[in-house]
C-alpha cells in the first residue's frame, strides 16, 4: 500500500519518522488519525518517540528488525522504548552520530558514512546483526536521507554513480532504482519511509515518482 501524507502540513515525513517491517516510530503531536493512518499503511505497530527533545527522529534513528542505532543524546526513556520493541540498541558516540542521516540499512547490509569511525561500525555490525560497509551515494556521505531501502528494493538519489549503485545492490541484495519524491526533490529519504508492505510518501510527490517509488520497492508485483 502507498499514501501521500504529511505531517502537520510538512511533506518530509522521513525526517519524523522511521520504520521496520513490525514497528514504526513516529514523532509525537500528530492527530490520531494521521498515527492510525501511517500504522495501517506500513502493516505495523506504531510507536511515538522523542530523540533528544527532538522530533526529527528519522534523521536521528535508523532501524532493521534486529536493532536501532540513534545518537548518543538519547535519554534512558527512549533507549527503554527502543529496548521494550525488542530491538538492540546502540548509541554513536561519535562526531557524526545523526545516525538515520549517516546510516542506511536493510536486514541484509548497512552502507554507513565514510567517516565513521572503524570501532563504531563494528558495534553497527553487531547491533544490527549485518556486515557494514562504508559509501556514499551522489557522492553524499549522508546515505540514509540519499535513499530509502527495504527487503525488497532500493531507491535513490538520481545522480547516484553506476558504482555507488552496484555498491547498493551488493550490500543490501536487492534491485537499486533512482528517482525522486516531493516533485523533485532527490534526497529520497526526507520524503519516504518504507517496508516491505507500504510506503508513507510526502503528499508533494508526483505520480510519475510515485511509479517510480512503486517500481523500486516491489510493490507491483
Same mark, same amino acid.
Given at each position: 500500500?502507498?499514501?501521500?501524507?504529511?505531517?502537520?502540513?510538512? *511533506?518530509?515525513?522521513?525526517?519524523?519518522?522511521?520504520?521496520?517491517?513490525?514497528?514504526?516510530?513516529?514523532?509525537q503531536s500528530l492527530p490520531k488519525k494521521t498515527?492510525?493512518?501511517?500504522?495501517?499503511?506500513?502493516?505495523?505497530?506504531?510507536?511515538? $518517540?522523542?530523540?533528544?527533545?527532538?522530533?526529527?527522529?528519522?534523521?536521528?534513528? &535508523?532501524?532493521?528488525?534486529?536493532?536501532?542505532?540513534?545518537?548518543?543524546?538519547?535519554?534512558?526513556? &527512549?533507549?527503554?522504548? $527502543?529496548?521494550?520493541?525488542?530491538?538492540?540498541? @546502540?548509541?554513536?558516540?561519535?562526531?557524526?552520530?545523526?545516525?538515520?542521516?549517516?546510516?542506511?540499512?536493510?536486514?541484509?547490509?548497512?552502507?554507513?558514512?565514510?567517516?565513521?569511525?572503524?570501532?563504531?561500525?563494528?558495534?553497527?555490525?553487531?547491533?544490527?546483526?549485518?556486515?557494514?560497509?562504508?559509501?556514499?551515494?551522489?557522492? $553524499?556521505?549522508?546515505?540514509?536521507?540519499?535513499?530509502?531501502?527495504?527487503?525488497?528494493?532500493?531507491?535513490?538519489? *538520481?545522480?547516484? &554513480?553506476?558504482?555507488?549503485?552496484?555498491?547498493?545492490?551488493?550490500?543490501?541484495?536487492?534491485?537499486?532504482?533512482?528517482?525522486?519524491?516531493?516533485?523533485?526533490?532527490?534526497?529520497?529519504?526526507?520524503?519516504?519511509?518504507?517496508?516491505?508492505?507500504?510506503?508513507?510518501?510526502?503528499?508533494?510527490?508526483?505520480?510519475?515518482?510515485?511509479?517510480?517509488?512503486?517500481?523500486?520497492?516491489? @510493490?507491483?508485483?
Amino acid at each position: 500500500m502507498l499514501q501521500l501524507l504529511d505531517f502537520n502540513e510538512n *511533506p518530509n515525513v522521513g525526517i519524523y519518522c522511521r520504520t521496520n517491517d513490525s514497528i514504526v516510530f513516529l514523532q509525537q503531536s500528530l492527530p490520531k488519525k494521521t498515527k492510525r493512518l501511517v500504522g495501517e499503511i506500513l502493516g505495523v505497530k506504531v510507536v511515538e $518517540l522523542c530523540i533528544a527533545d527532538s522530533t526529527i527522529i528519522g534523521s536521528l534513528l &535508523t532501524c532493521n528488525s534486529s536493532g536501532a542505532i540513534v545518537t548518543a543524546f538519547t535519554n534512558k526513556e &527512549t533507549f527503554l522504548t $527502543l529496548e521494550q520493541q525488542g530491538l538492540r540498541v @546502540f548509541p554513536i558516540k561519535d562526531i557524526i552520530n545523526a545516525a538515520g542521516n549517516d546510516i542506511l540499512a536493510n536486514d541484509y547490509g548497512a552502507l554507513v558514512h565514510p567517516e565513521l569511525k572503524t570501532t563504531t561500525i563494528k558495534q553497527i555490525s553487531n547491533i544490527l546483526g549485518v556486515p557494514v560497509q562504508k559509501g556514499t551515494i551522489a557522492s $553524499l556521505g549522508t546515505v540514509g536521507m540519499a535513499a530509502v531501502v527495504t527487503n525488497k528494493g532500493c531507491l535513490c538519489h *538520481p545522480k547516484a &554513480t553506476d558504482e555507488e549503485r552496484q555498491q547498493l545492490k551488493k550490500v543490501f541484495d536487492v534491485d537499486v532504482m533512482i528517482g525522486t519524491v516531493n516533485h523533485g526533490f532527490p534526497m529520497i529519504g526526507s520524503g519516504l519511509v518504507a517496508n516491505t508492505k507500504g510506503a508513507i510518501i510526502g503528499n508533494m510527490t508526483t505520480g510519475i515518482e510515485m511509479g517510480r517509488i512503486e517500481e523500486a520497492l516491489g @510493490f507491483l508485483e
